[in-house]
């Protein structure tokens, strides 16, 4: 008995472990502390990271939805579509988003789109509103 139990709490440390990891601080050039630091783009910290994110695009494609919110923080909105298809909207700068995250913003900002398994397929830019 002592034996099942001591390989339990084996497990629920390692699980522990790996599962409550901190996010890294940077992901290639990009300084991803900055980045979550920034909410809602409101900062302009993100409009002087959008080279460094650019270069990361490949790194970021294929993660599931949760790891990306991991690295980036939680997303500015985030939108169901069709399909179980999901977004999250990150905005690169200030906008009337800053006031009300309700409205509808100008600012320039960057679309992640999560496919139906909740895996990133495909990075877009806007700069009009959604």
């Not at 084996?10 to 409550?20: G, K, P, T």
């Not at 901190?22 to 980045?35: A, E, I, S």
């Not at 294929?62 to 939108?79: E, N, S, Y």
Request: aromatic share 10%.
């Amino acid at each position: 008995m002592k034996k099942l139990l001591l390989k339990g709490s084996i497990a629920a440390m390692l699980f522990c472990f790996f599962a409550c990891s901190t996010p890294p601080d940077k992901l290639g050039n990009l300084d991803l502390v900055k980045w979550r630091g920034d909410r809602g783009g409101c900062n302009d910290v993100r409009a002087g990271l959008e080279k460094d994110f650019r270069s990361i695009e490949k790194q970021l494609k294929g993660k599931f939805a949760d790891d990306i919110g991991d690295l980036l923080g939680r997303p500015d909105i985030h939108q169901l579509g069709e399909r179980n298809q999901k977004y999250y909207v990150y905005f690169l700068s200030k906008g009337e988003q800053c006031s009300d995250i309700k409205s509808k913003s100008n600012a320039p900002k960057v679309i992640l789109k999560f496919n139906a398994v909740g895996l990133l397929s495909e990075i877009t830019y806007q700069s009009r509103p959604l």
